[in-house]
């Protein structure tokens, strides 16, 4: 069965020439970046020559890149790192501004530094997903010392207005932080334009290998670090570089930034074709999210009468591998925080299915996913009670009509 | 989550007795779609013998096969050994669930249960809340049974009243 991958945005493939720029540190080249001798220097040179790699596509200056072991990490490393700060001499505690659709990865990480005697606001968003500028300062009080707010959605792909939250936190002296690993490769991230202070990225999401990712830290912005130990990163980051996942990621970041235009256009192009056949062939759908401030990959579906994981499953039996905003995907039997902050009700919630094209995928591929999924979603409704009423009632008032 | 089981793997892809019987001589419905699992179980019976079943499930994977399972283990039992069909069982000939995936076995046995229930009162009795006609527990079952349906609906009125804040705001 041949496999048709649109998950890109859980993970993508290790792009082959980022393998080749990475074997030799699995081989030979074993070298620990601290250590003095000619392997030591080696490994060395090549951390660096991957920072540089990095720093480019971000247009940021070398210095600025903290290599970390993924987005994970480094949204920590921003908001903890800030926070524990912020602490005046009073012993005043700091308060954090993020959004109601952030990655997990930033939103617990400000439940937990709120459980630790802080405070977090969590801005609303539209019913496209975009925050809601006119509330951005509002949300401001004199402890604010961070404003976090994700470049693009992981799930729903709509892309927030960062620089102009980074403009009116600017005016009142507040860093401000972005979780950009969705957005990287899909959309330019340049840390001057979009005048942020913090910026998250992954290795993982843009073609390279897993296990890495960074933290761009403005020159002048002061985080304490999350890792003690060696003096590694410039002191900002303790432990033994990564060398081979440090180097994959700065290959993939050289990549990502020859092929952004190409790939974006691309990747539209496809998600376009999907989204039209997708609402030509299937009643009863919505797209979630904004629709055209949205990143040129993401597609997120809502299917009436039907349950997520069940059309899932169905599609992964067809070698289609998709994700859902459905609870039962996730362990909690929740529906996505994303979906519920859109609007959405938990029914339409489950009934959610999001495809994340990638560089590879061809229109040959879309067609057999249109098809698949038509196919799917009447199969899984033909047990669904929900439709078999919605039909029933349909057919009386056709009836009472006739 | 721990991955679903080859068997279960196989009623996702073949689901048995999918849609509704016409005049069913009993008919249990359970869930919600606000918790995202929703099933009716239609039952055909012939003297006191399960003679068809057939399901309607809104649900995740779990919750389609536990439904698909389930109509094939009452086809041909009878009643009472219908009534001892446990939420364990059902996940047993499944080759097992993985642990957050359980609750949707629970809601089968509930829909089966559901299902006997309203075939029993069609007949004149007044069945106990498991299905048992003269369930020397009606008490306790009915203290179970509206816990369980409390914990189902608790989601649904956080969500309602999710949903009139948004309104409000």
């Known amino acids: 069965m041949n496999r048709i991958y649109l998950d890109h945005n859980a993970t993508t493939p290790v792009d082959p020439a980022v393998l080749e720029a990475m074997l030799p540190y699995l081989r030979d080249a074993y070298g620990n970046a601290s250590s003095v001798h000619e392997l030591g220097r080696a490994a060395r040179e090549a951390v660096e020559k991957a920072r540089a790699q990095v720093a480019r596509l971000l247009g940021a200056e070398p210095r600025e890149i903290v290599f970390t072991s993924g987005g994970t990490e480094a949204d920590n490393q921003a908001i903890r790192g800030v926070l524990e700060l912020a602490r005046t001499p009073e012993g005043r505690p700091g308060h954090v501004v993020t959004s109601a659709i952030e990655h997990p990865a930033v939103l617990n990480t400000c439940q937990y530094v709120a459980k630790r005697g802080h405070a977090a606001t969590y801005l609303a968003v539209d019913t496209t997903g975009r925050v809601k500028l006119a509330e951005v300062a509002p949300a401001f009080t004199p402890e604010t010392v961070l404003v976090s707010v994700m470049l693009a959605n992981n799930e729903i792909g709509t892309l927030q207005p960062v620089r102009e939250v980074a403009r009116l936190a600017h005016e009142k002296g507040i860093p401000v932080h972005t979780d950009a690993v969705q957005a990287l490769g899909r959309v330019p991230v340049d840390v001057d334009d979009l005048g942020v202070d913090l910026l998250t990225i992954s290795s993982h999401k843009i073609y390279g290998p897993k296990g890495t990712g960074a933290l761009y830290v403005r020159r002048g912005t002061r985080i304490a670090p999350l890792l003690h130990g060696g003096h590694h990163e410039n002191r900002r980051r303790a432990g033994t570089e990564n060398v081979p996942g440090i180097v994959g990621f700065g290959r993939a970041c050289e990549l990502a930034g020859e092929r952004l235009a190409e790939v974006a256009a691309h990747e539209a192009r496809l998600r376009d074709r999907l989204q039209q056949g997708i609402l030509a062939r299937v009643p009863h759908v919505q797209v979630n999210g904004h629709l055209t401030e949205r990143l040129p990959n993401t597609l997120n579906v809502g299917f009436m009468f039907v349950e997520g994981e069940g059309l899932l499953m169905n599609l992964d039996l067809e070698g289609i591998a998709v994700s859902t905003g459905s609870a039962c995907s996730s362990g909690d039997l929740k529906p996505s925080h994303v979906l519920l902050a859109l609007g959405l009700d938990h029914a339409a919630a489950h009934g959610t299915l999001r495809f994340s094209l990638g560089r590879s995928n061809t229109e040959v591929e879309i067609d057999a996913t249109i098809d698949a999924v038509a196919r799917v979603v009447e199969r899984v409704r033909a047990m669904s009670p929900m439709y078999h009423d919605f039909r029933k009632q349909q057919q009386a008032e056709a009836a009472s009509h006739a | ?169």
């Open chain 2, 1 to 169: 989550m721990q991955p679903y089981s080859e068997r279960v793997m196989d009623h996702i892809r073949n689901p048995r007795n999918i849609g509704e019987i016409e005049n069913a001589d009993g008919v249990g419905e359970v869930g919600n779609p606000v918790c995202g699992d929703m099933m009716r179980l239609y039952i055909k019976v012939d003297g006191d013998r399960i003679v068809d079943a057939k399901f309607q499930t809104f649900g995740c994977g779990a919750a389609i096969a536990v439904s698909s399972m389930l109509t094939e283990l009452v086809i041909g039992k009878t009643i009472d050994e219908a009534l001892r069909i446990s939420n364990r069982a059902v996940a047993e000939a499944l080759d097992g669930l993985p642990p957050v995936k359980m609750h949707c076995s629970a809601l089968g046995e509930d829909a089966l249960r559901a299902a006997i229930r309203d075939h029993l009162s069609k007949k004149g009795f007044q069945p106990c809340v498991c299905g048992e006609v003269d369930c020397p527990h009606r008490h306790e079952c009915e203290e179970r049974a509206q816990a369980r349906d409390h914990a189902r609906q608790t989601e649904a009125a956080r969500e309602a009243a999710q949903a009139a804040a948004r309104e409000s705001g």
